[in-house]
């Protein structure tokens, strides 16, 4: 086929949907692949029980579907039929593609409780690969699966949608939870951004412990390894800093390395999402590894019988390469999750009541290619000088290199880390509405000003809701998915509202609205 339809991401065609091709680069056929796997979770989810051994295998295939996760045809094929193995039926009930229900709204909240559940996966598939496990999360997702097949009112998904932000709190609380057990609290941390003059490996995505693994592995290759886009705050984990060769941080966000991979030299190691359509300049040294695919690129096989992945052909390929060329200099600084903001409560709480700190921006989420996306840097430009960011995700390329200051020596920007994160930021926000006696979370000199690109960002945005933060702004635009009625809800029930001007926008979160 060489249709399509696909609207679960930001940048979608027109704010509408991508009909021939996807914008990230997803061919029309793989998309067909990608309704066809969803079709067969739906019918595992019918038909099965969710225990672990088939929690794990919705979860891994939910995260293949993801916005830039997996590219390749014939891993998709092949994990089809693992999920058909498990099934062995086929349910006629169940419907292929997003279009074949009809009703607008019942669509919308179908795709909204969908994607919330596919953020979900990919982040429980994160704290799986650590040992950390949760088989209620794996019972919500096969009832919420099951759900979407059935004739069920409006009232019945918006249920579900609601319990999803509470599942999607208690994943990023789980996954926090497994990376802290397992490399430590992150540390306010300096991170160089310039190159050295050896060899090295540039890493990205999300998953820190093929990270781990790599260091290990390469230790004494005399080599360098790199962080890139999500993968940056490893360096605020103390068993991850430990290693003297993770030297820095190369580049910026996910979208723009179709230009910075070819000017590293050495090899790129993708563990997660985002790829981009591989170019021809660095086809011969890049890997996927996890849930990432891309046809024609050489995938480093999973984990067996507890066993470290096998990074070998990584690192001898670094050693013949030249090292990386130098695209920027100097330091940016993170490691501001909630274990380490909370120990500088007091010295926050004493700027806030002396009126140093005016107002605290929540600046959160993902970046990406679309040029309403500076909104973000100027707004971070435009802020008054007695505001703080708080910040996580990819978002933070926007403007965690800008030289904003500090504020009695806390700085302007606070990072928290990777997208997940996100839990750091909503867990300092109710520890500083029990430290200022509030009733209302909504109280605090808090505002939100969000961008959102994929599927986690769903995750992460129902989280909060759930929580109960109240009127955030998301943008660039709306989500295509949310029919006008559905928006209604959101903006009616939570206060969501779109993005003005930085000058509008500043002027309303200064004075709360």
């Not at 702004?473 to 949310?482: D, E, I, K």
Request: charge should be neutral; charged fraction near 20%.
């Amino acid at each position: 086929m060489n249709k399509m339809f696909c609207y679960q991401c930001q940048e979608t065609c027109g704010n509408k949907g991508c009909t021939l091709q996807g914008v990230c680069g997803k061919k029309a056929q793989t998309a067909n692949l990608m309704d066809v796997l969803l079709q067969q979770l739906k019918v595992m989810a019918c038909t099965v029980e969710p225990n672990r051994k088939n929690g794990l295998l919705m979860i891994q295939s939910l995260f293949m579907t993801i916005t830039n996760a997996n590219f390749d045809d014939e891993r998709l094929r092949t994990q089809i039929e693992k999920v058909r193995s498990i099934t062995g039926v086929t349910c006629k009930k169940v419907s292929c593609g997003v279009l074949a229900c009809e009703n607008e709204d019942i669509r919308s909240l179908r795709e909204l409780l969908t994607y919330g559940i596919k953020g979900i996966a990919a982040y429980a598939d994160h704290a799986a690969v650590l040992g950390f496990e949760d088989e209620e999360i794996y019972k919500f997702i096969f009832k919420a699966m099951t759900l979407t097949t059935e004739d069920v009112a409006a009232e019945t998904l918006i249920s579900a949608i609601l319990e999803c932000g509470g599942i999607a709190v208690k994943t990023m609380a789980l996954l926090d939870k497994a990376n802290t057990a397992i490399f430590g609290n992150p540390e306010i941390s300096k991170v160089r951004i310039g190159v050295g003059n050896r060899p090295g490996i540039l890493i990205s995505g999300h998953d820190l412990c093929d990270l781990k693994e790599l260091l290990e592995q390469s230790k004494d290759a005399g080599i360098d390894i790199y962080t890139h886009s999500e993968m940056l705050p490893a360096h605020y984990y103390p068993e991850l800093k430990k290693y003297p060769h993770l030297y820095g941080n190369y580049g910026n966000a996910w979208y723009l390395q179709n230009k910075e991979f070819a000017s590293f030299n050495g090899p790129i190691l993708m563990t997660t999402n985002c790829i981009t359509p591989v170019q021809e300049s660095y086809v011969n040294r890049i890997f996927t590894t996890g849930m990432a695919g891309f046809p024609g690129v050489k995938h480093i096989a999973d984990r067996v019988d507890g066993k470290a992945k096998d990074f070998s052909e990584i690192i001898e390929l670094a050693k013949k390469c030249p090292p990386p060329v130098q695209l920027e200099s100097g330091e940016i600084i993170g490691g501001f999750a909630h274990a380490q903001v909370l120990t500088l409560a007091d010295k926050i709480i004493e700027v806030v009541k002396s009126g140093a700190i005016k107002r605290f921006i929540v600046m959160a989420g993902c970046d990406g290619r679309q040029a309403a996306r500076q909104y973000f840097t100027e707004t971070a430009k435009l802020l008054p000088e007695d505001t703080i960011i708080l910040t996580a995700g990819c978002a933070k390329y926007r403007y965690n290199k800008l030289q904003l200051g500090d504020i009695g020596g806390i700085p302007r920007v606070l990072d928290a880390g990777q997208c997940n994160d996100c839990y750091s930021l909503a867990v300092i926000a109710l520890k500083l509405k029990e430290a200022f006696a509030l009733n209302d979370v909504n109280d605090l000199p808090l505002s939100f000003d969000i961008a959102w690109y994929e599927q986690k960002a769903v995750a992460v945005l129902l989280a909060l809701l759930h929580l109960g933060f109240k009127n955030i702004r998301l943008g660039p635009t709306l989500p295509a998915f949310l029919s006008p009625n559905v928006a209604a809800i959101l903006v009616e029930t939570f206060g969501i509202k779109g993005i003005n001007t930085p000058e509008n926008d500043i002027e309303n979160m200064m004075t709360a609205k």
